[in-house]
């Protein structure tokens, strides 16, 4: 998952994810003196205030634990055939179509919102039910917490300062203030932290199965902002990267990056460059991070808590995205790969050597995009959101960053492979884009205009 912020990654995208790269840009790249010494700690700890709502807790109203899992345990034959197997039209009109419809899954249950030129946005509720989505309820606008793709907290889901109940459309208020802002840092664990009148304040809550609970408060010298490309570290103990800024004049300045340990909320400073353009890249790891620093032939390891560990030179592989039999590399393996070329320890290796041509574990793949990337994928970069199937039969890495697709669309493209065959699992139509995040071994979702189409593998 490296963090290139500061690259022009695509000729042509969607409005709503170059407004997003040009933000995380901007804030990321106004260098300061921050420097060029040890890692410092950043952080002061304050006693834990009682919760805004301590009395919250997740409603009762089904019989059921919403389960965010997979919508079949049968694996799809090798080399199957994905077919459609249902449609969903939404209210979104065509001059919306760059950013909407939204849609997110959890199990069987889907929260879609639609928007249309001169009205706010609609937000439904459906469950799949005999490969058919059935309505099941409808909110009053809302905006959808998207940090990272994930907006789902103990099967929940997060509207700012708000909890959604997928199955029901049950809207409570939320355990933090409403000037607090979350990030999901694992399905139980969500960070957050206060952006208004220079309160430089985060908190880490639990979800606690449905009685959120406060692990920690903290009170910082600078402002803290999770960086939303990658969290190091798994779902027990997660790692962000955050940005550092303060005020200057109306506005704000990073002063430098940080990693931030969940543990406590401690927050380490590493060091960055001076000028605007040449900040570090951030390739997230199993148990810590790797930092290679611009036009640098070496890279750095950092743990999951912040502490430098050690350095090596960049001369082995390229590769776009590497994943180990457990997911996410560690940092020796990382290390071996890009130091001496070692991949013999990775389940999946994606290489590219032109923007046309990429293999899967060696086997040529045919990019299934209108154009190709725009330019070769580098070292980890297509590290950034990729999702495998529980029973690791169906890849599928987000590429919209730098591939080459149309402005008009809502370009949540991947690259979806079959890892028995490595062979490219492509929609039936080209202009239907699956979306990374909601997929398993039974299930692909895709934006088709102003519909929302769902592909299953054909078993016989």
């Not at 179509?97 to 959890?106: A, E, G, K, Y």
């Not at 469950?127 to 058919?132: G, K, P, Q």
């Not at 905006?143 to 909890?163: A, V």
């Not at 190091?232 to 303060?246: F, I, K, M, T, W």
């Amino acid at each position: 998952m490296c963090v290139r912020l500061t690259r022009t990654i695509f000729q042509s995208r969607s409005l709503t994810a170059a407004l997003v790269l040009i933000m995380v840009t901007a804030s990321l790249s106004i260098a300061q003196a921050w420097a060029r010494q040890r890692p410092a700690m950043a952080s002061s700890l304050t006693e834990p205030k009682a919760p805004a709502f301590s009395t919250w807790q997740a409603t009762t109203a089904t019989d059921e634990t919403i389960s965010c899992g997979p919508s079949t345990n049968t694996p799809p034959p090798a080399g199957a055939q994905w077919d459609e197997a249902w449609r969903l039209t939404t209210d979104t009109t065509q001059d919306m179509q760059i950013s909407f419809p939204h849609v997110s899954r959890c199990g069987k249950y889907f929260v879609v919102q639609s928007a249309t030129y001169d009205s706010p946005s609609i937000l439904k509720g459906y469950v799949l039910e005999n490969d058919h989505l059935k309505e099941v309820w409808k909110a009053p606008p809302k905006i959808i917490h998207t940090w990272g793709s994930n907006p789902w907290w103990g099967g929940h889901m997060l509207l700012k300062h708000e909890i959604l109940n997928p199955a029901t459309g049950t809207i409570e208020k939320a355990p933090w203030s409403t000037n607090d802002y979350p990030y999901i840092m694992s399905p139980d664990l969500v960070l957050t932290c206060n952006m208004y009148g220079h309160t430089n304040h985060c908190a880490a809550w639990e979800w606690n199965n449905g009685a959120p609970k406060q692990r920690w408060e903290r009170q910082y010298d600078k402002q803290v902002e999770p960086v939303a490309f990658g969290v190091a570290g798994d779902s027990s103990a997660p790692s962000p990267l955050v940005e550092l800024s303060q005020p200057k004049g109306n506005g704000w300045e990073s002063v430098g990056t940080g990693i931030m340990n969940l543990s406590d909320g401690t927050v380490t400073a590493i060091p960055d460059e001076l000028f605007p353009g040449e900040r570090a890249d951030y390739i997230p790891a199993r148990d810590g991070w790797i930092r290679i620093p611009k036009k640098s032939g070496t890279a750095e390891t950092y743990s999951l808590q912040g502490e430098h560990i050690g350095s090596f030179p960049l001369s082995g592989s390229n590769a776009p995205l590497l994943i180990s039999e457990s997911g996410i590399p560690t940092l020796e393996q990382f290390q071996k790969a890009y130091e001496s070329g070692d991949t013999s320890w990775a389940k999946y290796v994606i290489e590219c050597t032109t923007k046309d041509a990429c293999t899967f574990n060696g086997t040529p793949i045919t990019l299934p995009f209108e154009r190709s990337f725009v330019y070769p994928p580098g070292r980890g970069e297509l590290q950034i959101h990729w999702n495998l199937s529980n029973d690791q039969q169906v890849l599928a890495v987000s590429v919209y960053t730098i591939g080459g697709v149309d402005s008009e669309l809502n370009d949540k493209t991947s690259l979806v492979i079959d890892t028995q065959t490595a062979r490219v699992i492509t929609p039936p139509t080209s202009s239907s884009h699956i979306i990374t995040s909601l997929g398993d071994s039974g299930l692909l979702v895709g934006i088709q205009g102003a519909e929302i189409v769902g592909y299953t593998p054909n078993h016989s």
